[in-house]
């Protein structure tokens, strides 16, 4: 590609999804919040995977999906993050480069350590409940993540999640500082409400002090903000960046910059079977949309274009990167 091609690079936890369709119980009978994401030790894992695997498998994380969408826009993606030397970390690396996109990711040795994996519950409401094992991608370390980093790129997109892990917050500053001495744009999506919970102070310091783009749902805005309402937590995101996109399901979206703010309609979809990553591609549109100078309103409606692809199917992903098999009933 050439060098003025659009480039967003995404540091995140590089994990392999298993998505199955379950009955409500199965959420409850292993201590799971339904719609919530969890975060499991080993020893749990394997009970629920021993429960309800194999289920359909891709590689995901969060913004490793968002990235992944960009091979389906005229932005390049490039993919930071850790997996183990493991099958699931060849699948990992694998089904990101096949994608024509860059996957520097760090590998880990230490046998101790197995690729992340996120266990992805569907009930018939098609409302997902994520039980995550992080393994190797905890051990990202900052040095590791810098020297993946590309020489040019236009936004660097950080997802929230990073923060629970022991060098996250190391990792976030190492990169965050390497983009804006690079001249470009620090992207941020807050990842969940519990992340926010469990990193409210950090994340607050990071949006103040690096973050030019912040994107999420009006949950985890409204938990970064201190409020419950999707436009009260799009203006409380305006006082501290650039560019805001508050998401709100099938309602559609909030996006502004300084000077024009715009209700995005959500895109139609005959049925929503799984609502798996809906916001990771949502995001991949409007940060393509925005690395390739698109007004806020045109990049949303992106966003809302390429969150719509993947909900009428289990999954987070769609385009070249769906798998061409859909799971039994549960």
């Not at 569907?122 to 020297?147: I, K, N, Q």
């Not at 996006?255 to 949502?282: F, I, K």
């Not at 045109?298 to 859909?326: K, M, N």
């Amino acid at each position: 590609m050439s060098e003025q091609t659009p480039h967003v690079v995404g540091l995140g936890n590089a994990l392999v999804d298993v998505v199955v369709a379950v009955q409500p119980e199965v959420v409850t009978r292993h201590g799971l919040t339904p719609g919530g994401m969890h975060l499991v030790e080993a020893e749990a894992a394997h009970a629920l995977f021993q429960e309800v695997g194999p289920g359909m498998r891709q590689s995901g994380g969060s913004v490793a999906n968002t990235i992944a969408h960009m091979a389906e826009t005229p932005v390049r993606g490039t993919y930071i993050g850790k997996v183990a030397d493991d099958d699931l970390g060849d699948t990992f690396r694998g089904e990101m480069t096949g994608l024509d996109l860059a996957a520097p990711v760090a590998i880990a040795q230490n046998g101790d350590h197995g690729t992340g994996r996120c266990v992805v519950l569907v009930t018939p409401d098609g409302e997902r409940t994520m039980s995550t094992y992080l393994g190797a991608a905890t051990t990202l370390m900052p040095f590791e993540a810098r020297a993946a980093l590309p020489e040019n790129f236009d936004i660097l997109f950080i997802e929230g999640y990073l923060w629970d892990a022991p060098h996250g917050a190391e990792v976030i500053e190492t990169l965050a500082q390497a983009a804006k001495a690079a001249g470009a744009k620090v992207a941020l999506t807050p990842s969940d409400a519990g992340c926010v919970e469990r990193n409210l102070a950090a994340m607050r310091d990071a949006v103040e002090r690096y973050v030019d783009v912040l994107i999420g749902n009006h949950v985890e805005i409204g938990a970064l903000a201190g409020c419950d309402d999707a436009e009260a937590a799009l203006d409380w995101a305006m006082s501290q960046v650039a560019v805001a996109a508050v998401t709100e399901h099938e309602k559609g979206s909030w996006v502004a910059d300084a000077n024009s703010r715009h209700h995005v309609p959500a895109a139609p979809v005959a049925q929503v079977v799984d609502s798996t990553g809906a916001g990771d591609a949502y995001a991949s549109g409007f940060l393509a949309g925005l690395a390739q100078g698109q007004p806020v309103d045109r990049a949303g409606a992106t966003g809302a274009r390429l969150a719509a692809s993947v909900l009428g199917h289990y999954g987070a992903r769609d385009g070249a990167a769906a798998r061409a098999f859909a799971l039994p009933a549960a």
